[in-house]
């Protein structure tokens, strides 16, 4: 099909007739889902374009006068709980697979605007967070799929529909400040060293060793604590895209684009059992949103 749009629209240009286009769909609206049955790329994605590495095409329109605002936020007091989980086996032929999947949770957080400077070294720098709207509360409706399998248990991603929330003053309701759609990975670390050839034929070591490609560490019971226990610290790595649609803030029809890094904390089972169901036991979840808001000249 869309070849067929994009044929179309070549044929249209080279008559000197105007391109079609297609409105804009609202945030979250006609994603095709990981898995789909469509044919093309990764979920069953067709790629509108799909000539990558070919020739780039001048826009038809030049892009219109736009201003990115910082976003930098503190993700707190997290909790993952409810949605139906169900562990799943397969054969295959050099290994088995133990996978937990966990569908319809929630996670619910307290988002606060991150108070330093962009400048370190500089008191009077401006702030890395210019979007003080955002401050309030992060739902996510999210599937998770996560490895139960040695080595490297407990990688797996996740992805759901999201919506960052403000309290009415006065109120228990709430105000839809911005939504939209995020995912990512969980038990990784893509803060690591990393190995590129060199054009003299050696090699050259590149990055930082924050983290390591397993993020997974276990955390010993307090043993002066008769009420602590043993956790699981588990990356988790994401992006949200979404927008901003209070038609009262100041950034209102901005497009939110962040990345976030945290962990969860999850109580260690018994031995062999794996991850606990959140519907039976909460994950714990803490973690920063860092990213931009991109707005249209004038907004």
Known sequence: ?????????????????????????????????????DEGGPGGITPINPGLGGPSMAPTQPPPPTCLDGISKDICNGTLRGGFSQETTCQ????????????????????????????????????????????????????????EDEPCHFRGAWHGPFEIRRQIAGSTNFVVVAAGHGGGTLGVGTHRTFTCPTAA??????????????????????PTNPNSVAMWAINALGVLHGEIRDPNA??????????????????????????????????????????????????
């Open 201 to 222: 034929g050696g090699s050259t070591q590149l990055g930082q060793a924050c983290e390591r490609c397993w993020e997974v560490r276990l955390i010993p019971a307090d």
């Open 92 to 147: 295959r032929p050099d290994r088995a697979c133990r996978t937990l999947h966990v569908i319809g949770a929630d996670l619910t957080a307290m988002i606060l605007a991150n108070p330093d400077g962009c400048d370190p070294n500089n008191p009077n720098a401006a702030p890395c967070d210019r979007l003080p709207e955002l401050n309030g509360q992060l739902v996510l409706h999210a599937d998770l799929q996560v490895s």
């Open 250 to 299: 100041p950034h209102s029809g901005c497009r939110v684009e962040v990345s976030l890094k945290g962990e969860f904390l999850v109580p260690v089972g018994a031995a062999g059992s794996g991850l606990p169901a959140p519907a039976d036991t909460p994950w714990n979840f803490a973690g920063t949103a860092d990213g931009s808001a991109i707005c249209a000249c004038g907004t």
């Open 1 to 37: 099909m869309y070849r067929t749009v994009f044929a179309v629209v070549v044929m249209m240009g080279a008559l000197g007739l105007a391109p079609i286009v297609q409105p804009q769909m609202p945030v979250g609206q006609g994603m095709q889902p990981v898995g789909g049955t």
